[in-house]
């Protein structure tokens, strides 16, 4: 017997934007976005030809101009935390996967945004905002998570005579891991110690093209969700001078600098997976028949999707707040967006596994979208900090007040 497939949950509400935290240009930019989003359809069986395909839409599509400033092919005149939070938001509403492609353009190039020299940022940042280069960040190893001060890789600086005293080039051997786009990127911006007893103050930033004699970017890192992972091993692979990303011992500052820019947009992806996570309940519910009514009509299902609500709209509030202070210049920022991190990816794990249970047997089968959110959403709460990290921080900026 065939079975009709029921409508799918309707477009995620823009409610939100009448907040005083967006301006009018955020508003037409997501008036813009929610459709187009709606609009996508993208084979996602293969992780990684999907996200070479999501990365030629969204630079074809002008959403990729966000990740970059204006002068180098960007749409605004500087990256903009509270449009990098509505686009995540909404692309991983429809895509988790489309999301990530976004947000590695971002990431990957971001230290060339705020560090890179003028010949660095027209080649690499105009194509990245066009979708013609795949960006990566190579900052992880094995043995160097969130500890980075315990960093292995290391850059050897060669001059071209024993007179010169101009560096030619830098020799990379080490190992990254855990490195998202890797294998599929066209380059890699890496963090190695050119002062090998200097910890985090021994730290340089260098840009690699994937190309790169010396680099091998083959091991190939599956996991639970779609997700283009590798390891990077370098071996001898030597970069010339000018591939030194800002100044030399100053990877590390770079390094968070990046992270902070887009820690905030991590929450807007688990806060757009835990929207979708609801609205699944709710179609769920009112469509599904039992004992002679709709699981709506159970009590107990609308105070469960009560408590969702909750948990999305607070994971919400924290979010925004932390865009909005970084875009309007506020002095403290870091504590605000680890809050925003925190909070957005625990309270989507609790959101997308209520809804899974609100599914009862159809929220495990294989295929369905509160499956594949269950699978996705588990990573946020690890990477780009883990939520004790985000603990410890905002911990620290308790006791200093």
């Known amino acids: 017997m065939h079975v009709a497939t029921p409508p799918a949950p309707r477009p995620p509400s823009t409610a939100h934007l009448a907040l005083p935290f967006f301006d009018d240009a955020h508003r037409t930019l997501a008036q813009g976005l929610v459709p187009w989003a709606a609009a996508q359809e993208v084979d996602e069986a293969d992780d990684r030809a999907a996200c070479r395909e999501w990365v030629q839409r969204l630079g074809a599509g002008g959403w990729l101009r966000y990740c970059v400033p204006a002068e180098h092919g960007g749409a605004l005149p500087a990256l903009d935390s509270r449009a990098l939070v509505l686009l995540r938001e909404t692309l991983a509403y429809h895509s ?53 001060g315990a960093m292995q890789t290391i850059a050897v600086s060669a001059y071209p ?41 021994g730290i340089s930033a260098f840009i690699v093209d994937a190309d790169t004699p010396g680099l091998d970017a083959s091991r190939h890192i599956h996991v639970m969700a779609p997700h283009p992972l590798a390891t990077l091993q370098f071996t001898g692979c030597t970069v010339p001078a000018s591939a030194l990303l800002g100044d030399e011992n100053g990877g590390f500052k770079l390094a968070m600098r990046t992270l902070d820019i887009f820690r905030a947009s991590v929450a807007a992806a688990a806060l757009g997976m835990a929207r979708r996570a609801l609205a699944e309940a709710v179609h769920h519910a009112r469509q599904r028949r039992m004992f002679g009514q709709t699981l709506a009509d159970f009590q107990l299902t609308q105070a469960k999707l009560g408590e969702m609500a909750a948990l999305v709209d607070s994971a919400a509030l924290l979010t925004y707040r932390a865009a909005w202070l970084r875009d309007t210049g506020q002095a403290r920022v870091t504590a605000e967006a680890a809050m925003a991190k925190m909070t957005a990816t625990e309270n989507a794990q609790r959101v997308i596994d209520m809804a899974l249970q609100l599914h009862g047997g159809r929220g495990v089968e294989v295929g369905s979208k509160v499956e594949s959110l269950y699978r996705d959403i588990r990573s946020l709460r690890i990477y780009e900090g883990a939520t004790e990290v985000q603990q410890l921080i905002i911990g620290k900026a308790v006791l200093q007040e």
């Open 161 to 201: 005579s024993s007179a010169s005293s101009q560096k030619d080039s830098y020799s990379l051997t080490g190992t990254k891991t855990w490195i998202s786009n890797g294998g599929i990127a066209d380059f890699y911006c890496v963090f190695a110690k050119t002062d090998p007893t200097g910890g985090t103050r």
């Open 96 to 148: 988790p996967l489309a999301d990530f492609a976004f947000a590695m353009q971002g990431l990957g190039s971001g230290a060339i945004t705020l560090a890179g020299s003028p010949a660095q940022q027209a080649h690499y940042l105009q194509g990245v905002a066009r979708g013609e280069l795949i960006a990566a960040f190579a900052l992880s190893e094995p043995e160097a998570g969130s500890d980075v």
